[in-house]
């Protein structure tokens, strides 16, 4: 499957942002799709996922309360609200979406939109 990201950009702390991910072909149904991030040298970590089936969501520990992560009534296509910006949050955002039917997975990236935080 190809993901497109956007919404990235240079903000100030205590402002918002909103990551957007569609999703178009692939052969396989899309069980789960999530946001991670990554900064220099320092490996990719979850930010959020969802299940696209039954809407259930996961967040890292550092974001609950401020990141929302939802579907849109556009098939495969999510949203990050990032609210109230910390320097910290500043990485590159990628997006991620986990194939399955059966025993049969995939998992794709898109190429990442940068979120940068000033202070």
């Known amino acids: 499957v190809q993901l497109v990201e956007s919404g990235g950009g240079l903000v100030q702390a205590g402002d918002s942002l909103r990551l957007s991910c569609a999703a178009s072909?692939?052969?396989?149904?899309?069980?789960?799709m999530g946001w991670y991030r990554q900064t220099p040298g320092n490996q990719r970590e979850m930010v959020a996922t969802?299940?696209?089936?039954?809407?259930?969501?996961k967040y890292a520990d550092y974001v609950k309360g401020r990141f929302t992560i939802s579907r849109a009534s556009v098939e495969n296509t999510v949203y990050l609200d990032m609210n109230d910006l910390e320097p910290e949050d500043t990485a590159m955002y990628y997006c991620?979406?986990?194939?399955?039917?059966?025993?049969?997975?995939?998992?794709?990236w898109g190429q990442g939109t940068q979120v940068t935080v000033s202070s």
């Open positions: 991620n979406a986990f194939e399955q039917r059966e025993t049969d997975y995939d998992i794709d």
């Open positions: 072909g692939g052969s396989l149904p899309i069980a789960v």
């Open positions: 969802i299940a696209m089936f039954v809407g259930g969501t």
